[in-house]
Structures are given as C-alpha cells and as structure tokens.
C-alpha cells in the first residue's frame, strides 16, 4: 500500500455523479493537502455540495475514487466518513433545539453514551478549550445564536476526531463580526494539524483565508490556483467564462407618492420582547428604501409584519392605499405587495415541482371547470423559464434547484405580477456572482419600473450599491435615515446604536 505521511489529507479522482440527465460532477480532481484551507468555488449548481457530499458519504460518486492520507477508502455513509476523520457542517444545522451543547457534541456518539452527563461536560468543555471554540457546554441549543449554532457543530465534528473538516457555506448565516471570529478559529486550527474546504460565494472571504482555490463550472474543475497567485476578478472570470462587471444604478426614479407607510409601528420576537419600537418609516414609488443593520436588531420581525405573518402590537402599516396593519398574508398580497423572504427555503414547498411552486400564491388562476388545470400550470412554468433564464424543467422537483434557480424562482412568481410594493430579505444570500447581479438587476429594474422597494439586508455592499436612502436599525429603533454616499464610519456607529448628532 502506498501509504506515506506526505500524502495528502484527501485525494479525489475522476469523480463523476449524474442525478438523471444531469451531470453534478463530471470527472472531477480534487486534492486537499494536509493543513490546508481549500475554497472550492463555483457559480450555484456547479457542483461543489454534491461533490463534498460525495466525500461527506451522503452521496455515491457514480465513477471515480478517494484517497484518504493515501489510502484508497470507499465511503458508504457518514459514519465511514467520520471514522476516517472527515467531518462536515452545513448550512442547515442538524442540532437538537431543546438539548445542551454537551448533549448535542455527545449524541449519537458510541463513547458518548457511556458517559455519564457530568463526565461528558467535562470533556466536551475541555474538548471546547483545546480547539479555542467559545461556547458554554451547558446552554441549550435553542438559546443560542446562529454563530453560537455553528460552533457547535464545528467543535461536534472535531470531538469526533476529525482533521479534515468541509464547511458549505459557513458564512451565508453569520455577521461579520462572526465570520472574523470563525476565521481565528480556523486559522487556530489549521495551525493544530486540521485541513478545511471552504465553500462561500464571497470571493474576499476566499482570498482572506484560503491558501488554494479549486473553481468548478458546470462539474468540471476548470482550475486550481494558489490564493496568493490570484485576484478575485481572475476567480469571477473563471467561475462565470467571462468577466463580471458588477450592476449600474440608473439615475434616481422616484416620484413624490408613497406607496409602503409605516407609523409608529410596534412588535414582539418570538420571546414577547419588543422586537420593534416605534418605528416609521416611508418608501417612496421609485425608490429603493435600505434597511441596514446588524443581524437580530428587529430587521427579520419587521419583514415578517411586512409580509403578514407577524401581528403588530402598535402602529399601523399602509400599502399601496391600503391599510394592511395585522391584515394576514392573503390580504398583503392583494393589496399589491410583493414578497422575497429571507429563507427561500420557507417559501416554496419542497417537494412540489417548479411549475406547481410558480402558481402556487394563485391557484385560483389555474382553475377549469373546477379542476386544476395543468397545461396552464405548465405553460405558465414554461414561459417563467424563459423569461428569467432559470436552470430548471417545469416537473423538476424544486428541492432539487440550486439556491441561484431557487431564488430565480421566486423572484419570477413575485415580479410577475408587477408588485406596487415589493418587501425583500436577504435576496443575495448564498448567491453566486452571476446570479447576484442577476437578482440585484431586476430589483433596479423594478425600482425604473416605479416600485416602492424596501431591501432588508445585512450585506452592506449591497445596500451601498442598490439603495436611494438607507435606513439604519438598532434594538429594533429606527437610528436614522442617510444618503449612499454617507460615510462608512457614521454609518458603521449608527449601526452600533450611537445616535446622531
Ligand atoms: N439530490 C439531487 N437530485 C437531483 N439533482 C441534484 C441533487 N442535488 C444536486 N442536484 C443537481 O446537481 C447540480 C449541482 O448541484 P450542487 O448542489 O452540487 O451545486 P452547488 O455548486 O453546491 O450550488 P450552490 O452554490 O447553489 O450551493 C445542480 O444542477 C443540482 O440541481
Ligand atoms: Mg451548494
């Protein structure tokens, strides 16, 4: 057996895995060296989970083989791929809300169980020190933050030995404060001996932590370089076949009318606390409102009163002319709202197909003689495809979309119908570069088409870039409202709570 100790943490060879006509990974090479932080970059549905699932022992390659520190291994589930040390943490956390941390590092693993809680404690909070991951192994899961979550599942996996570690996506979830934090860890850890894959559609994440880049294009790895040899314009180039040049913002459209009011509008979080105080606000036709904020200040209560589904304590919301304070979702909609929510997952259902996904929200449209009628469900799905350039068939189950089709599927059955107003999560988040621009386009689009737009989101690149106005909320109080040419600092105190003066 050609073992040695030079060989690398993991080797992938010619890994090919096709779901029916489509091919997710067409001979694809992957090495990881040991100690090594590798990005591994592409545009949505290039490949990159399917393959990391592929090593993850979630899926079986239908062609190619692995090595693991020169060993020819063949994984059939993830209890292979964890005895061989590979762990994986991905974006939907797979936690127990009402158990402990320790209980949760411990669950499921055999040596675990023969502890008593008091011993495994100990060891998980000693497992915590060595790997410098701050969390108390005493709190519950549910009481913790997204961040919190994903320490959790990152000390997890090391508490099971793993020295090679794949991360989808870590930072989709996190604030920037967070990801900082979750690259000193990996930075620690890489030190201690670990290897990590890195997936993120944030190319400056990629050239600030990774030491390599493989970038994948339709499953087919079309280069490895080293981080330190490249420039995120070569990444983007190579991810996309051309080069990007990011969206243009079209002179100012907007017009003296105010389709989305809000007064003194009031509301709990899920705990009863108050979530959001007092808080009014005004979207002109025309005009892209930015809600700026650090994550958990009231921006995720106020969308979901925008959309519906969260009762206001106070204060009233008025659309497009109408009243819609504490109206319901049906009746939001009628009154000329369009929603993107900020997990697109909650807003389609799962194992429907696109087309029935397209016509969901309208059902009543697709009504003949008391039947539902498919072929307009389908011609309908038909021309959505087309006219928003989505990857998808009509009968492809909307599961199975890449988060970029996902959004673009969402975005048609809203935009269709021309909205008045238009409440928009995190529309970007886990976006590749191409579809960003596609998504931030057709919000500029609807902004020339003389929609009130309110963008909610935590990526303040892209508030700067989309917005007419920036709003700015703290502790679920509005701080204040400012131009896209503020300086970055003011906005940054404001964003910290500290008024203006
Ligand atoms: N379980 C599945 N069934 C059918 N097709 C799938 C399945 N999983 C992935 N695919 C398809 O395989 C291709 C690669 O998907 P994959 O999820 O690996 O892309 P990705 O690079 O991780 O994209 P993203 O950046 O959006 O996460 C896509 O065309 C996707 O639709
Ligand atoms: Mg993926």
Redesign the pocket.
Known sequence: MSFSIASPAVEMRHITKR??P?I?NDSVDFTLERQEIHALL??????????MRILYGLYHADDGEIRIKGEPVTIHSPKDAIARGIGMVTQHFALAAPLSVTENVILGYTEGFRLGLPDARLRVAEAAQRFGILVDPEALVKDLSVGQRQRVEILKALYRNADVLILD?PTAVLTPQEVEQLFEGLRRLQAQGLSVVF?S?KLHEVMDITDRVTV?RG?RVVGVVPTAHTTQSELARMMVGRPTYGVSKPDAARREDVLLRLENVCAEDNQGLPALKNVSLNVHAGEILGLAGVSGNGQRELAQVLEGVRSCTGGRVIANGHDITNAGPDKVMAAGVGRIPEDRHESVVAEMTVAQNMALEHLDEFVRNGMLDKRRIREHAEALIEAYQI?ARPDDIIR??????MQKVILARVLERNPAVLVVAQPTR?L?VGATEYVRQKLLEQRQRGAAILLISEDLDEILELSDRIAVIYEGEIMGVVSPDVDIEHLGLLMSGVHQT
């Open positions: 779901f029916g489509v997710a592409g545009e949505n549905g290039a490949g990159k989970t399917t393959l996506e997936i559609h994948l499953g990857k199975t979309l890449s988060g970029g089709n886990g590749d």
